[in-house]
């Protein structure tokens, strides 16, 4: 098994810095400095430029002509589009799942639903609760592209609900993943699948506190 320490050098800068940003740590706007970042990792500009580029293909920083790297913003359209885009693709995993879900995978996910329920006013927690719930739910889809995707798409979302609604947060019993675990383990993909689309879709309905943190 791969461990962090095996990863090249750019995989793990771009990781660490991904995490700044998806956190709010590193704001939007915020110029990331080639020199400072090769200090800090002990490297050498080579794989900085290459999390640099790994960064701007997740859609988290822009390059600018003589301005350098900087965090990217994000608009209410932006936020609109994710959900949209997770929607259509967390119903698609979920249809090649469901077949290969297990009472046991189903088990472990309603317990991430309680750990969600247990984050209190931790959005940090809540979310990464809520992130293991929908991970347990994809990945028998063994469709390794599409999940690759719907991660990126999950940390964008991570990222205006840290940045929109920190301040507001109050976590939620999670209703909408109690009924999908019900009717999954009915059988009826079909009101799984609706549930969990309109799951997804709730934080694109919220383009007051986005348009706060737009490019």
Not at 30 to 43: G, T, Y
Not at 179 to 194: E, P, Q
């Amino acid at each position: 098994m791969t461990t962090a320490k095996d990863e090249p050098i750019a995989v793990r800068i771009s990781r660490a810095l991904a995490e700044r940003i998806i956190s709010g740590a590193l704001a939007a706007g915020s110029r990331l400095r080639q020199d400072h970042v090769a200090e800090e990792f002990d490297a050498s500009h080579v794989p900085v430029r290459e999390a640099f580029r790994r960064l701007e293909a997740q859609g988290l920083v822009v390059s600018e002509p003589r301005r350098g790297v900087r965090v990217a913003g994000f608009s209410p359209e932006e936020v609109r589009e994710v959900a949209e885009m997770r929607a259509a693709l967390e119903v698609l995993a979920l249809r090649h799942a469901a077949p290969h879900l297990t009472a046991a995978i189903l088990d472990r996910a309603e317990a991430a639903t309680r750990a969600g329920d247990r984050a209190g006013g931790d959005v940090h927690a809540w979310e990464e609760a809520n992130r293991t719930f929908h991970r347990l739910l994809l990945a028998p889809c063994a469709m390794p592209r599409l999940l690759k995707t719907i991660d990126d798409l999950q940390a964008a979302s991570a990222r205006f609900l840290f940045a929109g609604w920190r301040a507001e947060w109050e976590a939620p019993t999670d209703r909408d993943h109690r009924a999908i675990l019900v009717a999954l383990r009915a059988g009826d993909i079909d009101t799984a699948a609706a549930v969990l689309a309109r799951h997804v879709q709730w934080v694109g309905h919220r383009p007051a506190a986005a348009s706060r943190h737009g490019t």
